[in-house]
């Protein structure tokens, strides 16, 4: 049995007041556990270590020996003339959009590395290099083949036919693994993007020519004494986010949908109370799905389980983090246990009787977590490995990915007999419907019949749906979790505006009931709640993981395609939003926004008001050049009314506004207008 330690923790750490950290039941359960057991936890941290005011700012240069060079906005702000400089000269406009720049570089390369494993491990498929991964989805194959140039028929004897599918996975697997080190042209995906949308681009000269190079160049321009003008470090950081989400990201999204099959709606159970006590807890930790589809594949042979079972477990409970589990909660059904900031907590249960992990937004404490108790911590990607002894790696390789996964089951199951009579897993579990993307929103709203995205147009423009809001994004220990996304959500809800969720934002919606259809009738306005009765959709729809905001960019583009809203994305009555970010991910996920045309909103703060010149052009400039433009409110019900005042600014200017003025009447206008 496990002897419960304490986690070595910083000397005189304060505790944080469980109600005052996350708005989450089982949350706080967690955390009240966590410091009776005198175990530290991330909240714990945060009311210890205060963030550095200057780096708060986005003023503080350390791209030289020279400095760090720190230029905070003089008290009372700035009079006259700015001016604040480096050693170099560097202004404050300059020092804050090099570290904007690198935080766009930074998080586009976590996204695109995550495509190119995805991209590399198809190209072993279609090269028959591996048996473990298939084509689950031609359909969606034989799809974005001609965006990649690739042939999907051929002509015999004068006749059109079918290419023979090995062949159209070999070129599409080729062409995409070109696509992060091509040395001509530009991104073959940026072809999706509306027209307008595209002559942009093309204007402003931010095509991404491949999408490792518009990074390096990042790193390059941002280095001492290159770049020293804040627009053109802007362009960058556009160029090298477009490589992101129309690049990186959208390949990683539909190779993945390629091999383990595109999502479809599905029940599941959401939250640390889907953990069991008699059953073997397996928790995936991270993003990349190719190791965790086949722990889900290993985890429910007949074999394993009978393994199990002759271990004293009745089963095993799979259950995910961050976006793996959103990755394995779309395509198989199996259950998220928590977003970011619960990763610790799922190994405080005392239950967690593995935690695999691959990449990104992995604390690193979690090792001194399962130090505490008898949790294996398994690290499993050669990128991503931690120093403390007590994790064990087993490198996980596509080319025998089974035999991996069915060695870290195994490793888990062993592991459930020394787990130690502390457990305590918290009640509290929602259902929920997951699993939407572009297909199956086409399917849902528009029918089997004419299954396509007039449906929905004809909704928004009638103004029972007043628009369409993107929220995405992290939880950060510096808000309170989930309170942002669950306040923002219900807020937009409420005003008829449909919500397309994916991250850590859409497990916060699965946790606390917004995803299922019933919560049309207790959350939405009138004309969304009717939409989603007509038609069986929860008011909130879970996309998939951070990598899937590509869903987003398509499904706007399939609304504008529809017709009747604009030519272009940044005509459409649509917002999207990031209240709790954390990550660099999340920037560059913001920036592909703004420079596809959407207004976002990022809740807590902005490493921005050191450099008002600079906030100001992301705030207001760049809607002139791309359509979209950045903005920051932490107050979730302002941040709500400000995407709604810009979805009516959208439907003003597309004479749409009207409409919703109608639907909108109540029942006294009515009587007062003698209709009813
Ligand atoms: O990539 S939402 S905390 S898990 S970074 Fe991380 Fe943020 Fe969660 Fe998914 Ni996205």
Redesign the pocket.
Known sequence: MAELTKTPAAKEVKLADPREASIEPSTQEMILRAQKLQIETVFDRAVTMKPCAIGLQGICCKNCSMGPCRLPLPKGGIQGEDTRKGLCGATANTICARNFARMVAAGSSAHSDHGRAVAETFLSVARKETKDYTIKDPAKLIQIAPYFDVATTVEVDGKKMDRDLDEIALGVAEAAVAEFGKTGGTLSYLKRAPKPLQEKWKKEGVMPRSIDREVVEIMHRTAMGVDQDYKNLTKQATRCSLGDGWGGAMIGTDLQDVMFGSPTPLQAEANLGVMKEDHVNIIVHG?EPLLSEMIVAAAQSQEMVDYAKSKGAKGIQLAGI??TA?EILQRHGVPPAG??LQQELAIITGACDAMIVDV??IFQNLANVAKCFHTKLITTHPIAKMEQDNVVHIEFDEHHAMEDANRIVKMSIDNFQNRGADVMIPHHKTTQIAGFGVESIRYHLGGSFRGDYFTLNDNIINGRIRGIAGV????NARTKHNEEHITLIKELIKNDVIVLT????AIAAGIHGLLTPGAAAVHCGPGLAEVCETVGIPPVLHLG???DNSRILLAATEVVKAGGLGNDICDLPAAGSAPE???E??IAIGQYFVSSGVYTVFGYHMPLDGAPEFKDYLYREMENIYGGKWDCEPDPIKHAHKMIAHIDKKRKELGIDKARERVLMDMADRQALGVE
């Open positions: 993003h961050c976006c959103n977003n970011f990104q937004c995405v994004g992290c939880n994916t991250g850590c934002s993981s951070c990598v970010w954390m990550s991910k999340a």
